[in-house]
């Protein structure tokens, strides 16, 4: 373990994930890792500090372990999953003596609420509601298309349901029908509905201490739910000005302080930018390790450093690079999903495997024959990495995995 | 362009297999897994590069140390078993087979001291390597076998260089006794390719000559080779080299050249290897009037003789064009190609006279040359290869060919219709390009070439560098004509590929749609009742015929379908009746499992066959060819004897395919 720096803070980890605790495990900070029981013999095995904790809802026992932290000396949590986004809030209201972070943490956790606050802030956002039941989803859908002046019969133009509190795609669809209504389990209302945008749809990583941004990213979507790249394309990139100014008016609008938010944005054919939402977590498809692997610094060292209240300006000048001009290059990602309803085994196109820019791939062996049916956007198969210099290539490259088949 | 700064001139897998490594070095024990395999997949694809292995193995303890191996067997290197290597790398999937490969590395550099790893000293890491080459010297010597070539693809290669980049760095000393073992059953086989063998006896006299190695009883065996290679004779005992050697011939009395002349023709049919030395002498004696002492030298018999007497001009201008030290193998050849009195049959004689004549074109000349090398022209390259292929039929391997049909038609040919070889030979080698018919249509192997170039074949002789490309690209569109009939293309391309004796009816124990096995015992009772002497009424086989089998590894799991060619069928002096048939494989040797193990030698094999038992065989065999004239009683055939080989089919490569109807 490294030595720590005691003039550091002690961090508290909310979650269980290998790759956030080897590279905290190498950082300078002290840290505890809370998470659910089922990690505790793996971590005493490995000496990982761990004290247990089940994440359900919020409840009365919510106090206890922040009561629990504060006596072992954690001056900050740091939430590493959606689900534990509220407890960190909770805890860190109690560590910091700062009730305020608990209702800034709700305004994370619900989708709905999120984009109300957005637009109360003057942020530009889609027209959304809330649906609590099928009839809810097709009135929206109607009204939506009627303002858009379509015709009956004129195809639809789709609007979009999201769970309130899933992350990325979990519980995301598109609903252009009223079979694709009909479609919907009664398990996934209440949820928040959005009109369709067309145009650009990117998401920012932004690392915020005393209120001002200290690194932001910009990672391009090749196609939502495949794949994304970072840095982005100079193309994209020229809109990093208007991206910072609303990446400001979103820590006024949600009152950071510091930490770590994940939204995402549409640029539509007429150049306006509409917020999508916001996670304060770290957003998912390995964005981290693409960070990481482009710019060189460690993204959840950088996130802990922008949690602990005893980080310096000085220190964060030192570790953070020069956005896009400091990358070594671009770094990618593309998710996989088996094409063919049966497969057989894994076969890597000969076209993927010797482009210079492929690094390696985590996909699995299938297990069985039959590939299981994707409902909403489901989750991939695993991911392809890639890498190299050129982002116009890179963004082609990833473009072209999508018509590929992997699982033959 | 872009404000990106490019990685400038590192090759981009260079940059990212260091940049895993360093993800891995970084990487907490307890998440070491996440990063093994992105380093593995980099390896995987640095390996298949010129130099890659050098390079991972400059890298292979920094990989150890990064903890590759950690959470594996292979991270406790004291316990791992060099038996186990092989089954890794012909079964393993391809991230076990790098990892294995990349212990290895490691092993050598622990080996040769450039390394420490507490709990294993470099004398163990020694003997561990030396073991690991001991137990897979037949990988050392030949290509792949069709098991591996199947499994590994593109890592094939890889481990053949591996083999020998870790017998180059561990030495020979260690390995001599099986290495002995292993080139006398190699040349037990007469192959045309000698030069991994050659190479080997290299190795073997250097050892020797350094001292201080016990053969033991090997000692013996490891004389002769070196003997025969490299001074068979009084006059070269001391390997003067070739120069000085031919100034001791100048000076020997008529006694002293005949003695030379016996010494090369006994070291030459005994080893099968034949000493640069050796040409030397017998060019000396043709310039220098002393062709009388030509049958000792080839070591001729009273057959052999009289061939030679009757074709000597003939022979002289063979030898004067083909016979050098670089070529002195061919020695074996002719003496070989006298022997079998095919100079007899009419056209052969003529043949070889416009063999002698023939000027190659320019594209076969730079074939040959790129392939065998310039100190000879090609056309010296090509006769030496001719009389090779015609003194030894059944020594023609596939080299690193995937395809194992040309090579068994070149067999056949020189086997049973020398003269359409020699013809075929000419032809291309003018023309550069062959045509066939098939059905009645004719078809060029150039146009066919020219829409899909196909690859040099290395590693085999001067005849199949220059005729397999024609042949495969003549056989695959055979196969395309016939690919929407539904059944085994065999059944019309080898009639109209080798020749008119291959059998018109084909006879083949599976169902080509479901793979399955169909009327499994009719198709072995007909095998039987057409080529077992017992039930056939004793009639010798007439024409080698192809056969098609499914090979099997030594676990008796099937591998891939193989062609070979059925030879005869005759008792050994066991009086077991065994099916001799000719394997284009570079290696025959091969165990099959569950005790089918093909033997080479010592069961009445003839140089270059080898041999089952007939029902071992017979459980092999899943395509014949039969005559469908001959009228067969199989009922003569006894249902004990169908139903053992029909078990040892079942019990491995048709262990899948009963169907109702098998």
């Not at chain 2, 995987?44 to 920094?62: N, S």
């Not at chain 2, 009273?302 to 064009?321: F, K, P």
């Not at chain 2, 066959?609 to 003569?636: G, K």
Request: hydrophobic share 40%; proline share 6%.
């Amino acid at each position: 373990m490294t030595d720590n720096n005691p003039d550091k803070g002690y961090v508290a980890i909310l979650g269980w994930s290998l790759n956030a605790i080897d590279a905290i495990d190498r950082f300078d900070r002290r840290y505890i890792i809370v998470a659910p029981e089922w990690a505790e013999e793996y971590a005493r095995e490995n000496d990982i500090p761990f004290i247990s904790w089940n994440f359900e809802r919020i409840n009365d026992r919510s106090f206890e372990i922040a009561q629990r932290l504060k006596d072992e000396g954690v001056d900050v949590a740091v939430p590493l999953f959606e689900e534990t986004v509220e407890w960190a809030g909770a805890i860190n209201s109690v560590l910091l003596d700062n009730p305020r972070l608990m209702g800034q943490a709700l305004l994370f956790r619900d989708k709905a609420l999120m984009k109300r606050r957005a637009q109360l802030g003057g942020i530009r956002v889609g027209i959304f509601e809330e649906a609590h039941d099928k009839s809810d989803v097709i009135h929206f859908l109607r009204r939506v298309n009627q303002a858009l002046l379509k015709l009956d019969g004129d195809p639809n133009d789709p609007i979009h349901l999201k769970a309130f509190d899933k992350a990325g795609c979990l519980g995301h669809r598109v609903v252009r029908t009223a079979d694709d209504v009909d479609n919907i389990p009664d398990e996934e209302f209440p949820a928040l509905m959005e009109s369709h945008l067309d145009g650009w749809e990117f998401a920012v990583e932004a690392f915020i201490k005393d209120r001002k941004i200290q690194f932001l990213n910009i990672s391009e979507y090749v196609t939502l739910g495949y794949s994304v790249f970072v840095p982005a394309t100079p193309d994209l990139e020229k809109w990093r000005p208007r991206v910072t100014e609303e990446i400001e008016k979103l820590i006024e609008t949600f009152d950071i302080d510091f930490g770590f938010i994940h939204p995402e944005y549409f640029v539509t054919n007429d150049g306006k930018m509409y917020f999508g939402e916001v996670a304060y977590r770290p957003p998912g498809f390995q964005a981290f390790e693409l960070i990481e692997r482009a710019y060189g610094f460690n993204a959840y060292q950088a996130m802990v450093m922008m949690f602990d209240p005893k980080t310096t300006q000085q220190e964060m000048d030192a570790f953070f690079p020069k956005p896009v001009a400091d990358a070594k290059g671009h770094a990618g990602c593309f998710g996989v999903y088996p094409k063919r309803r049966v497969i057989s085994e894994l076969a890597i196109p000969d076209e993927t495997e010797n482009h210079p820019y492929f690094e390696f791939h985590e996909l699995p062996s299938p297990m069985e024959n039959k590939v299981p049916k994707r409902t909403a956007f489901g989750t991939h198969w695993g991911l392809l990495h890639f890498f190299g210099d050129d982002p116009y290539q890179l963004r082609d490259l990833l473009k072209k995995q999508e018509e590929l088949d992997f699982y033959v | 362009m872009h404000a990106v700064t490019a990685p400038g001139d590192i090759d981009p897998l260079e940059e990212k297999l260091t940049h895993a490594l360093h993800a891995l070095e970084q990487a907490r024990p307890f998440a070491k897994m996440r990063h093994q395999g992105a380093l593995l997949d980099l390896s995987a694809r640095l390996l298949q590069r010129e130099g890659g292995l050098e390079r991972l193995h400059a890298l292979a303890t920094r990989m150890d140390r990064a903890g590759l191996f950690a959470g594996t067997d292979w991270d406790t290197p004291a316990a791992l078993l060099p038996g186990l290597v092989r089954h890794t790398l012909e079964q393993g999937a391809k991230q076990t087979v790098v990892l294995e490969i990349l212990s290895q590395l490691r092993m050598l550099a622990l080996a040769k001291g450039e390394a420490e790893h507490p709990n294993l000293t470099a004398q163990q890491a020694r003997h561990f390597l030396t073991q690991v080459l001991a137990l897979n010297l037949a990988r050392i010597f030949a290509a792949a076998s069709e098991a591996e070539r199947v499994r590994l693809g593109g890592m094939a290669p890889v481990v053949d260089h591996l083999f020998h980049f870790l017998l180059d760095e561990i030495g020979y000393q260690q390995i001599l006794g099986n290495l002995i073992e292993e080139v006398w059953r190699i040349l037990a086989q007469r192959p045309i390719q000698l030069d991994h063998v050659k190479s080997m006896i290299t190795q073997i006299s250097i050892v020797m000559s350094q001292g201080g190695v016990d053969l033991g009883e090997n000692r013996l065996g490891a004389d002769r080779l070196v003997s025969a290679l490299f001074g068979p004779t009084q006059g070269c005992l001391d390997d003067p080299g070739l120069a000085a050697y031919r100034q001791r011939l100048d000076a020997m009395d008529r006694t002293s050249l005949q003695q030379e002349a016996y010494g090369f023709a006994r070291a030459m049919h005994d080893t099968g290897l034949v000493s640069d030395y050796h040409a030397v002498l017998v060019r000396w004696l043709l310039g220098n009037e002393q062709g009388e002492l030509l049958p000792d030298a080839l070591g001729l018999s009273s057959t052999g003789v009289d061939v030679l007497r009757s074709y000597q001009q003939l022979v002289h201008h063979l030898i004067e064009e083909a016979i050098h030290p670089r070529t002195a193998q061919t020695l074996y050849g002719l003496a070989m190609m006298l022997e079998r009195c095919i100079l007899y049959a009419p056209p052969i004689a003529p043949a070889l006279w416009r063999q002698l004549a023939l000027r190659v074109s320019a594209n076969t000349g730079t074939l040959l040359g790129n392939t065998l090398g310039r100190d000879l022209a090609p056309e010296q390259q090509l006769l030496a290869g001719v009389i090779s292929l015609l003194g030894l039929p059944l020594g023609v391997g596939q080299g690193n060919n995937p395809t194992c049909q040309a090579a068994r038609a070149l067999s056949m040919w020189s086997y049973n219709d020398p003269d359409y070889l020699l013809h075929i030979i000419a032809h291309a080698a003018r023309f550069d390009g062959l045509v066939m018919h098939f059905e009645g249509a004719p078809l060029h192997s150039a146009r066919l070439l020219a829409a899909h170039p196909s690859p040099s074949v290395l590693d085999t002789d001067p005849v199949s560098i220059l005729l397999v490309p024609h042949l495969d690209a003549i056989y695959n569109e055979m196969g395309r004509l016939c690919a929407h009939r539904g059944e085994d293309p065999h059944r019309w391309i080898n009639p109209e590929f080798h020749g008119w004796w291959v059998g018109r009816a084909f006879v083949i124990a599976v169902d080509v749609a479901s793979g399955k096995l169909i009327n499994f015992d009719a198709f072995l009772r007909q095998f039987y009742a057409s080529y077992h002497p017992y039930y056939n009424g004793n009639q010798p086989l007439i024409h080698p015929q192809p056969a098609g089998i499914a090979v099997t590894d030594s676990r008796a799991q099937f591998v891939g379908w193989h062609a070979i060619t059925i030879i005869r069928v005759a008792l050994d002096q066991e009086n077991v009746m065994r099916v001799y048939f000719f394997n284009p494989n570079n290696d025959s040797g091969q165990d099959w499992g569950n005790g089918v193990v093909v033997s080479t030698q010592g069961q009445g094999e003839r140089y270059g066959e080898s041999s089952l038992p007939f029902e071992q065989l017979a459980s092999r065999l899943y395509i014949f060819h039969d005559d469908p004239t001959e009228e067969l009683d199989e009922f003569d055939v006894p249902g004990e004897e169908i139903q053992r080989a029909r078990e040892l089919a079942v019990n491995s490569w048709a262990v899948n395919r009963l169907s109702p109807k098998s």
